[in-house]
């Protein structure tokens, strides 16, 4: 499934590097293989002998980054980057990280992947302390903790900020002399160190990043784990020891990139089995497998090899982005479906056929695919998604806080057959997925976070509490 | 394989479309689907009521046409559109089309997909007589055919000066009352017309865009023929009866997307099948089976059904456009790669690994793409090319007009081996690209040209003949 | 009076060198100073060592050449330029000069100056045999003629097209051999030729593009005139030996700057004595004069000068060009020819007022400034024109064509007068215009055009006669 | 003299109003003509119904607002704007205002021109007190101030603030509910308050925008006074009573419109008078007074009426603006010079010209332009400059902190005649300078600041005091 067609929207990546002589270089290289964790907007900041510099815009990496001259005046052996998600509403550059904070006393560049459940309540008690805010973000206000803390150095003042601000957070700092990575105390979101041929250590979103910069994995950030990196290396420490991993289903299900690891285990070869046991719990008979490029083709795969039924391409992506302007007519519109995605008549005309996809978040796409294939004149389609059905929000750093848009909270999974024109329809079962992905940690869900499929969240919701409860 | 790290351009695509109400926008939509045949400029030339307007500019399609606006002041309801390939060099817009010629007489708009063989003397011949060219492009000779020519309707014009153009060609022409296709003798170069529910004609460079803009499939255009579509339908004519199927077999082996029908055969079942004789004819003891993105998917796929060895994603291609500068260093080089083409360790470390890809020019993107399965852990890598070895410039479309650059032109099989650092290399035969394609034209190879594989020109090459014998 | 808020446009300006190392630098700092002829597009064409090249976009000249590369990328000792003017509609780059044309025996680049008036003849007789023109402009016409003749060399093949066409025209191309200036059997547009320190040759529509590029003014180029500079230096040849002197009066008038010469006559200092004339032939009692900035401040300062009267700054003319989107209400639209002229209160308030403007067209603007000048406080506005009713159009370079949008061609003085709510109203007699220029050619006026005033063409009106008749 | 050759820059321009419903609409045109105070960026701040939006970005007004687009999205009944003045360096958005804060309690936005002495203590000390800024800006200041007061208002929380902020300054703020205007008690800046016909209160840095936008002067801004316009009308109030009027004396010479009053007194009239003194102070025998385009026009008109010595055009400013490129030679970088102004040789050639300019900073651009005048022929060029010798740098708003670019500073007059090869050179005196003026307020030098002149500084230099002490 493409980003354009839907609203599961990852909130950002991150990218850093410390002790290579072409830092932003080797940012601008990591963050490209991060680009699908956003589009709206990218930047760099980097470290020259102590000084920061940043260059940050909306648009596609290679579009904030058009002109070379832009990436040669990052100079230094430092630097960390980010990718921001792609929203419907007028973006501003004022949201785009990293943010670049200079001081009289030092500067600090500061990235985060995440969502905080605090934030509204931590922003309005700063902010009646006389701070200042310049941007929507909850970004900036592990900074402003930062800076009212009365701790003696920057590292225990951040370890004190990082105690205040709660939820899922995966943050990246580059200061004069040490960059620096923390991750939440249930280790939502993927956060991952390596190291170059040179000595040079990365921080990576996902471990794709470190192949792309020629890394060698080192180890995952552990929940609650500030990694300190600087001239003499890198050191672990922990801000606290009240922590359980829950990593995020999700970036195994559809968000990371399946030549990413995650916690040693990885993503195409997780998806491939949730294929495959998907294909045990609910075989149908057809004449061919076919997945909806690109998240759900190793999934396909793992059906079609379980299964012994044939793989074939039945769905074609257009892999250039289509500009889809406002249609004045229906018919224009139904064709600005098919510049994205088409079905081939040639493979499926006359068949059976088992549509593989990921998920379902509102059904509209699904149905939509489920009509191309039979506009194009497959004789059956059933559907099989290769996770539980999607019920509830996720306040951790993933784009859906409402029920309302959740098809399958709101519909049996018959319902939703029938919304779709499917002629089957089943989803992976919640031990299926657990089982496919195989985490070991001594943890609910053996370490997976499941809140999307079973409200089970690891954590009080703050800010979130009532609102979510009233949506029940 | 991606269009970004080889030299095989496809010279172009067309697309039109004669009686909708919003021609332009269905010309949009169309030209989309045929993006991956060109994308050094684009433009379209609408037809408002016998009054012809263009626009045309450098860039992808979604650039070309940056604001609805663009579009929306094409009105009209026929239209005909081009995407250009890409070529390295200082592109001008001069060169991209439709070219929009007006005369005190009217107005005529033109498309070309293909290469004439004897431009360069007609068009010395022409500017002898006191022509003036305005673009380096061959396709502005026919315009100056038709004008000189005394022929007494604008058809026989046509036909007449189409007698003298030599090579492989498919015209799209839009004049104030007609829309009209022609090809050469050899049928080259794909071309079909397809019909829309309300009635309206289309015609494109491939089937993918009839499915795009929601149209029947009709019938593919024929050798020599010449298809005039006005508001009383359309007819067929032949502009010369010497004609001899020679489709291009590089459109099925690799430019083609795989939804498209060519001459009635799916091009990604084409490519399954060539996977499957190749499985048959070049087997060997490995773990798995990855193929090189996104080309080579549908050979790689038919490569592991036929063996029985698991199809697995080894490689990884980043769906976003890499905007690759000089880099100042090896390291940094080679991060530039990556940025295109990953392997996954976590799927091929310690395996080994059957490599399937659809062809080689120079050999320098299999080396490269073999050693990152290498360093990313592979103990083999056998690489399986589902074509045969390419040999021969070709002069009738695509963008190879020295042997220089063919590896195989210059090395043994053994060689090719060693040069990408393979384990072991075989490529399909001649007979097997034949039978997996299947044309069943009275016509040798079945109706396929193989002069890149054997030298076996359909045509004589008129202005390249000498250079092309002195390269032997 | 400002280009902005009027219908009175040149039709371009041109500049070459020859013989400077760099050429299209030196090209760019003339074309820049003659850019108030132009503001639609600019160009340049480089010769480099025999082999052309060119840049030309819409916009201006600081616009086409925003990234030094441009220019830098135009090497060569030799280059030629263009200025084109500005027209409401929608431009095509098509029209941009100068017009670079490749020939398999060579190249030129044209750039032209001026308006035929037999170019939709020429053009029609030219596309009947089989020509193909790729712009609008009649500019092309020019090198058609030159390609179909069958002199023996191409200076001669130029001069038997230069006797073809008809009307105004300054044209400037550029060979691999030599630089050739040529001008109308009446000289109706400027052009001068120069020389630089290091010897290198210089043409220009105007002689303030001499003194930017160093140059030393050596003569004007005459009526019939083809200059011809190459390695070897210059020479001097005519085309035809029936000229005429017809010098356009309208570049004193409005349209040259005013620090440059034609036909040895400075531009400010006719402008001041057209001020002196209208002064002596129209005076008034008044607290002060005020010139409509930035063309008419010479003929106000002469007025001053002549009446005794002081000469007042009473409007300011805003130097930051503006954006004048379409206004949702009257008040605002106001604004909007506010952001452009203020009358300045302190200094008018209360006081009776001289506004001197260079010329009235179709008398909005005109009306607009009185109104100004009321609303800041002035308690008499006395309009003093200082040159002759304009009566009639133009066709030889000017773009207006028709009577109709002329206020004086339908209206007398009085009726005037009271349109643009004047206290009184007076033009410089005809007799006073040709006094004030001072030419003293064996022709007709002195030598000045002055049809715009009487109607006394010096040529034929060729393609336009009926519809001239018509209008009458 | 124009702004693109010497670095006399003014720190920005405001402009604000409240009550009109296209507010962002008449902010667009006030700031137009406030333009020539600031070119490096502009925006504008819209309160629509008590939501504020705002867009600013570095370039000219017409470009930041490119598209109509931008400025129709800025709906609502109030805007402030702002333009910033233009720097060499790299500017940085985040430096061009309105600012647009956005707090838990409400928004605010706010525009600045001038300086702050104590802008580096007052920041270091609320970055210790943990505030974080955004901007190089001294802007945000107050905003910081304002947040951290105590009182019970905003408007005492504001005028607590001013207090604490010392030098020079016009603030515009904009809140949900009111618009508010504040001076320093020096009144170095100007500020007017005007009203429309349809009752909207108008704040603008110069009376030319309140013309602009068809309002009517009520009063000049005090010093020590907040004006706060809401929907109930205006009132005035002060914040300090220890006041006194150093109106910026440079405003008169050089950086105010000429269309403009201030404390009542028109522009260009005080210039026109600044040139009579001249006249009588320092009278020279020559043929012509030419005045350097365009800010010493009106001191030249002065100076030639008061002479009897005629006026003439000697000198020509391009109105376009020209990108000079770093020109590889001496020659090209001469002709850059001349891009912008030409000598008129024409008219100065054989003459005695009496140059007259506004003042002198560097030396530089005199030197080049008595040398274009020598160059085009004049016999002798005496340089009269309006305003007495820069000597001393400038704390409160324009941007020349430090004594060694003067070159008044460091040579005698006679020195800086041979450093600029004239034949002879004046300056108007300090008692003609504030006679011509002709304030009239019970203060030093009737009201106005000297300090360039005199070095006698009206207030404390603060955190200047150390390095300028050490200037001297």
Same mark, same amino acid.
């Given at each position: 499934?493409?980003?354009?067609?839907?609203?599961?929207?990852?909130?950002?990546?991150?990218?850093?590097?410390?002790?290579?002589?072409?830092?932003?270089?080797?940012?601008?290289?990591?963050?490209?293989?991060?680009?699908?964790?956003?589009?709206?907007?990218?930047?760099?900041?980097?470290?020259?002998?102590?000084?920061?510099?940043?260059?940050?815009?909306?648009?596609?990496?290679?579009?904030?980054?058009?002109? /070379?001259?832009?990436?040669?005046?990052?100079?230094?052996?430092?630097?960390?980057?980010? $990718?921001?998600?792609?929203?419907?509403?007028?973006?501003?550059?004022?949201?785009?990280?990293?943010?670049?904070?200079?001081?009289?006393?030092?500067?600090?560049?500061?990235?985060?992947?995440?969502?905080?459940?605090?934030?509204?309540?931590?922003?309005?008690?700063?902010?009646? /302390?006389?701070?200042?805010?310049?941007?929507?973000?909850?970004?900036?206000?592990?900074?402003?903790?930062?800076?009212?803390?009365?701790?003696?150095?920057?590292?225990?003042?951040?370890?004190?900020?990082?105690?205040?601000?709660?939820?899922?957070?995966?943050? &990246?700092?580059?200061?004069?002399?040490?960059?620096?990575?923390?991750?939440?105390?249930?280790?939502?979101?993927?956060?991952?160190?390596?190291?170059?041929?040179?000595?040079?250590?990365?921080?990576?979103?996902?471990?794709?990043?470190?192949?792309?910069?020629?890394?060698?994995?080192?180890?995952?950030?552990?929940?609650?784990?500030?990694?300190?990196?600087?001239?003499?290396?890198?050191?672990?420490?922990?801000?606290?020891?009240?922590?359980?991993?829950?990593?995020?289903?999700?970036?195994?299900?559809?968000?990371?990139?399946?030549?990413?690891?995650?916690?040693?285990?990885?993503?195409?070869?997780?998806?491939?089995?949730?294929?495959?046991?998907?294909?045990?719990?609910?075989?149908?008979?057809? /004449?061919? $497998?076919?997945?909806?490029?690109?998240?759900?083709?190793?999934?396909?795969?793992?059906?079609?090899?379980?299964?012994?039924?044939?793989?074939?391409?039945?769905?074609?992506?257009?892999?250039?982005?289509?500009?889809?302007?406002?249609?004045?007519?229906?018919?224009?519109?139904?064709?600005? $479906?098919?510049?994205?995605?088409?079905?081939?008549?040639?493979?499926?005309?006359?068949?059976?056929?088992?549509?593989?996809? #990921?998920?379902?978040?509102?059904?509209?796409?699904?149905?939509?695919?489920?009509?191309?294939?039979?506009?194009?004149?497959?004789?059956?389609?059933?559907?099989?998604?290769?996770?539980?059905? &999607?019920?509830?929000?996720?306040?951790?750093?993933?784009?859906?806080?409402?029920?309302?848009? &959740?098809?399958?909270?709101?519909?049996?999974?018959?319902?939703?057959?029938?919304?779709?024109?499917? #002629?089957?329809?089943?989803?992976?079962?919640?031990?299926?997925?657990?089982?496919?992905?195989?985490?070991?940690? #001594?943890?609910?869900?053996?370490?997976?976070?499941?809140?999307?499929?079973?409200? #089970?969240?690891?954590?009080?919701?703050?800010?979130?509490?009532?609102?979510?409860?009233?949506?029940?």
């Amino acid at each position: 499934m493409s980003y354009e067609v839907r609203s599961l929207n990852e909130e950002c990546g991150v990218f850093g590097v410390w002790g290579h002589p072409d830092a932003s270089r080797v940012t601008y290289f990591g963050l490209h293989s991060l680009q699908h964790r956003g589009q709206e907007g990218a930047g760099i900041v980097a470290n020259d002998q102590g000084k920061l510099n940043g260059h940050r815009d909306l648009g596609l990496l290679s579009e904030v980054f058009k002109e /070379d001259s832009l990436l040669a005046a990052l100079k230094g052996q430092a630097a960390i980057g980010h $990718v921001r998600y792609a929203t419907a509403g007028n973006g501003s550059v004022d949201n785009i990280q990293p943010f670049l904070f200079k001081f009289y006393d030092g500067a600090v560049g500061l990235a985060h992947n995440g969502n905080l459940t605090n934030a509204k309540s931590l922003r309005t008690s700063l902010e009646k /302390d006389g701070a200042i805010f310049h941007s929507n973000s909850d970004t900036e206000i592990l900074m402003h903790l930062i800076r009212k803390s009365k701790q003696p150095t920057f590292i225990e003042r951040l370890k004190e900020s990082l105690c205040q601000v709660k939820g899922g957070f995966a943050y &990246l700092l580059l200061t004069e002399t040490a960059m620096i990575a923390a991750l939440d105390p249930n280790a939502f979101r993927p956060l991952a160190l390596g190291q170059m041929k040179n000595g040079a250590y990365v921080i990576a979103s996902e471990t794709c990043a470190l192949e792309v910069s020629g890394a060698t994995f080192i180890r995952d950030v552990g929940p609650g784990e500030v990694i300190i990196i600087d001239d003499s290396g890198y050191r672990v420490e922990k801000y606290t020891e009240d922590t359980q991993y829950a990593i995020c289903s999700m970036e195994f299900i559809y968000f990371a990139r399946p030549d990413s690891n995650i916690a040693g285990v990885n993503v195409h070869t997780a998806r491939k089995k949730m294929g495959k046991l998907l294909a045990e719990e609910s075989p149908v008979e057809a /004449d061919m $497998v076919v997945g909806v490029p690109n998240s759900s083709l190793s999934a396909a795969s793992g059906y079609a090899e379980a299964s012994g039924i044939p793989y074939e391409m039945g769905l074609v992506k257009n892999q250039y982005i289509a500009r889809t302007f406002i249609q004045p007519t229906q018919e224009l519109r139904e064709q600005g $479906v098919r510049m994205k995605l088409s079905a081939v008549r040639g493979v499926v005309e006359g068949k059976r056929v088992i549509m593989v996809d #990921d998920s379902i978040v509102r059904g509209t796409t699904s149905k939509r695919i489920v009509q191309l294939l039979k506009e194009a004149g497959a004789k059956e389609v059933h559907v099989r998604i290769a996770s539980p059905p &999607l019920k509830y929000p996720c306040f951790y750093g993933i784009d859906i806080q409402t029920r309302k848009e &959740l098809v399958a909270a709101n519909h049996s999974i018959e319902e939703i057959r029938e919304l779709i024109t499917a #002629d089957s329809l089943s989803f992976l079962s919640e031990q299926g997925l657990i089982d496919a992905i195989g985490l070991n940690y #001594d943890a609910p869900y053996s370490g997976l976070c499941m809140a999307y499929f079973n409200g #089970d969240f690891p954590t009080p919701l703050y800010d979130y509490e009532s609102t979510y409860l009233a949506s029940l």
